[in-house]
């Protein structure tokens, strides 16, 4: 719905709302930038002159150290000056609207807003108001999305089993409260991945989970079978409203990803998590720190492919 | 009465304290450095190396996100380093004195203090007290005084309207409370412009109004009539105590600046305002946005008389 | 008993979290390198390019701003990105482990954490796990360690006396609260320094003082006699828990170090702190502001050791 807000006229990307119809074309662009970002991170000066001069605003009107913080390294490794700007606190509280404070941060000649809000859809409005040289980049709003976080995760997909045209994925756990798992589902499929499945108790999945295009799985055993790619959710205690859930011991005897369980996977099945993870919840440590586990890799990755989306948008 | 503190034994500029007392000369020297940098602004690459490897921090008592993040905008497009201190959380809190912090912090061989604190004076007691090679920049103290706001203001009346000598301004609002006003009547006066009026309700007058050397006017309708410029001042909110006010709308029925009460001022009048606006109580969106209103030019402005005063203090 | 984590296996450093068991080969070598960069900050442009491209992460379990700035300052002065990150609102409130904490920073390519946490021996347990290439330097942690404070010490020193051969060095007050007090006597030992004294009440003593290999004096009088050097502490009131001292009144009355005091020293002594102080109860402002303080330079001296110590570990 958003692809006309994020494309330029000549079909190249001009901000990143959601991965939601994104062209394969462009997330390709993404995955294949992010590529030769790797090495960068690897050499003994791990700097590319590409945004240099460019400033950077991270809009953070819900506290995520750990996303600004990538954001921030990548924006770094890129040269860009980079403002960290907690706006809770600040002119919000004086009663000025979303609208003008966005008008005078454009006003102080930003090339690019990193935005994570509390309300879904705010990064869109801020993207539809700015002025014509500012780009947007959304680093998680309310349910809705975080881009960068799905497409770390197909970048992920892509490093290790090189592309997505045989694989069997399964998303499993929180559907419900994710930000991330509609987006990976609509990257998936653009990227050609034959077979989705989602997997979950009836009570963390969104009621239109049938238009998703996926197949539901309601048990772990036959949820993971044979899949080449297993992706654990959070599970959002935080977020969690009533009694969807009766204990966290029950949810991981059901739902939690132990070695037993992933047995019935592939040999060679890799398992991702977003972070942070809640160890012996969705995920028993043998999994997280054993041989299939490339969570620490998407961290990694999550550099690389915020490099590509910054360079894409605002390089010079 | 800071004169003496703020220049150098050559008449150059130490400090920025107050825009009290400083000549013509100084007030256009700034005004001049700033068109400099308006296109350093527009390039590709943001950056000149006026104040590379200089230390720039911003000691800021109270939290004023805005006026922090220009300044640091401003030190970074000169390639300083800037490092943000919030200090009510900090060694104040561990019972050492102001000049202790401070004394400390000019051991770090710091450049420049940029300083924002509830007290006023507190800047001058500072600067009072730094190694010769400190320059301190008052970013806001009390009720005091916010120099580099008046200086942007100044500025942006210069650029729209070529120069001070013909023109009629008024300042309206919410005298009592601003840390702009007098500083904008000082400059005003000190660069040549021969009419300046103040447009307020009597309880939002200082009492010393009478030995500002300004029109006063206790009407919007007299008070901007033929006016060249109308600068608008916030209501604040949250600095009034009791009952100098009815009620916001009433305030806005007789003070607040419409599309209406603009039509008496000049047909090119200009309408400012420092941020951030209340729509519907100081100012009416229909002017906020209409096309007398500069306000989102004295944010861009902002930046660039930021640099001129940093580099005037500081430069290589 | 961190030698081993602290030392590469060709006896180079890898970790700064003690000063205990680090050889006088290396405590010196840490000395002239930042004696090397005490003339950096003189110059105008006060930048060396040693880590230009690394990633320092200032990773703060509990604020300190004094040590977090002197910390950004000295990474900066040598060019390298540093990333705040103030720890305790983040991750650790999400349920994750501290080690998984530190396994994601140290997969977004970090090159060095600069670790304060309130917990002893968090600095060594986080060494312990980072990826080889990734250094570690201890900030503080709870009542155990803060060695580049102790460093700075030694520096101050040597600056002031040139040898450590000929010294009498008094440490003087809250010993038991203190995390540089046990460091500095180490230190001290291995720099070849002949006495050693710890003076302080009873109370203020740890149990272990015995076995610092240390002369204990109870009176201030007896005590700092004829000392080179007067190491003061902080007292740190807010760590106190219970009746240890009667008040700050007696505590001064006793234990203050006066200008009359310190006229038992030797003529040349030189009176250290490490700030921030507590004038009129540890210290009287004679002393602190007096031709005999060397405060001020220890201040100055902190940034060129915090280089030293990080140039030595990841210098390019």
Not at 210 to 238: A, F, P, W
Not at 245 to 259: A, C, I, R
Not at 299 to 309: E, F, L
């Amino acid at each position: 719905m958003n692809g006309d807000l994020q494309l330029n006229a000549d079909g190249s990307l001009r901000h990143l709302l959601t991965l939601d119809g994104l062209p394969a074309r462009i997330l390709t662009q993404i995955l294949d930038t992010a590529e030769s970002f790797i090495s960068v991170a690897q050499r003994e000066v791990k700097k590319v002159p590409l945004l240099r001069g460019k400033a950077i605003f991270n809009l953070f009107f819900e506290p995520s150290t750990r996303t600004r913080t990538t954001f921030e390294i990548a924006a770094k490794r890129l040269s860009a000056d980079v403002v960290n700007l907690n706006i809770a606190s600040s002119a919000q509280s004086k009663g000025e609207t979303l609208l003008d404070t966005v008008a005078n941060l454009s006003a102080m000649q930003a090339d690019m807003f990193v935005v994570r809000h509390a309300a879904s859809g705010a990064p869109h409005l801020i993207a539809r108001h700015v002025a014509p040289h500012i780009h947007v980049v959304n680093a998680g709003d309310g349910r809705c999305a975080h881009p960068t976080q799905g497409l770390l995760d197909m970048f992920t997909i892509r490093q290790h089993k090189g592309s997505f045209h045989n694989l069997r994925v399964a998303v499993v756990g929180d559907l419900l409260h994710s930000r991330v798992a509609r987006s990976q589902i609509h990257a998936l499929t653009t990227l050609g991945c034959p077979e989705v499945r989602v997997v979950a108790p009836r009570t963390l999945l969104p009621r239109d989970v049938d238009s998703l295009g996926v197949h539901v799985h309601y048990r772990m055993e036959t949820g993971i079978k044979d899949c080449d790619v297993v992706i654990m959710l959070r599970l959002q205690n935080e977020r969690m409203q009533g009694a969807l859930l009766p204990s966290p011991q029950e949810y991981f005897k059901y739902w939690g990803l132990t070695p037993d369980k992933l047995r019935l996977a592939r040999p060679d099945v890799i398992v991702m998590h977003p972070g942070p993870m809640n160890r012996g919840v969705e995920i028993d440590s043998g999994v997280a720190d054993g041989v299939h586990s490339v969570i620490l890799n998407q961290v990694t990755y999550g550099i690389a492919v915020r490099m590509a989306v910054m360079s894409l948008l605002a390089g010079n």
